[in-house]
């Protein structure tokens, strides 16, 4: 399947899910993300702050911010994009963040920037495939991004609804794999 076409066929996808499905989907993935293991090795979370049909993780931010994840108080940075780039900021609440670009919330300009080097980030995306391959939107932000931080502290994953694993994608040699896809069924290493 090429990019354009599983950007399509998702996106149509996504917006015919019924709000029922949707609710169990989003519910069955916040668990399991705070369940995770990985709550134990890091101190920082970088998760996008979901927008339109995407996986929600607007409640998984605020059960972070609000409450210690198994044990340890976990810090809380998302995305702001900067023309060609982004960056993630620091945010202590929820009321921290403003629409920016395309409509999407971002933290405020006072939030301060820090750098993903140690923590779980949350990779957004349209299709992936089970060698874990992922089509974004076709920006190339968070390619670019980690390409700059590679290091095996950062912990990569990406939130999917059940339908959006397929069987193969095109993938290109500047396209970064998440280390796990989360869906409501389980997880894709």
């Known amino acids: 399947m090429t990019k354009e076409e599983a950007r399509k066929q998702m996106r149509r996808m996504r917006r015919d899910m019924t709000p029922q499905e949707r609710s169990r989907q989003n519910e069955s993935i916040r668990r399991q993300i705070l369940a995770d293991p990985v709550w134990k090795e890091v101190s920082w979370f970088y998760p996008f702050v979901s927008?339109?049909?995407?996986?929600?993780?607007?409640?998984?931010i605020r059960e972070v911010l609000a409450h210690p994840v198994q044990g340890r108080r976990i810090n809380v940075a998302v995305p702001r994009v900067n023309g060609k780039d982004m960056?993630?900021?620091?945010?202590?609440?929820?009321?921290e963040?403003?629409?920016g670009?395309?409509?999407i919330l971002e933290p405020a300009l006072h939030c301060p920037p820090v750098e993903a080097k140690e923590g779980l980030m949350l990779l957004p995306g349209l299709a992936f495939?089970?060698?874990?391959?992922r089509v974004g939107y076709g920006g190339g932000y968070y390619d670019r991004y980690l390409a700059?931080?590679?290091t095996e502290k950062l912990h990569r994953y990406a939130v999917a609804y059940d339908f959006q694993i397929v069987d193969n994608i095109e993938?290109?040699?500047?396209?970064?794999?998440p280390d796990r896809i989360i869906?409501?069924?389980?997880?894709?290493n």
């Open 51 to 60: 927008y339109g049909t995407e996986v929600d993780t607007t409640g998984l």
């Open 87 to 95: 960056e993630f900021y620091q945010i202590r609440s929820m009321e």
């Open 97 to 99: 963040l403003c629409p």
């Open 101 to 103: 670009y395309q409509g």
């Open 129 to 133: 495939d089970r060698k874990g391959h």
């Open 148 to 150: 700059k931080y590679r």
């Open 171 to 177: 993938s290109e040699a500047h396209d970064i794999a």
């Open 183 to 188: 869906t409501s069924q389980n997880k894709h």
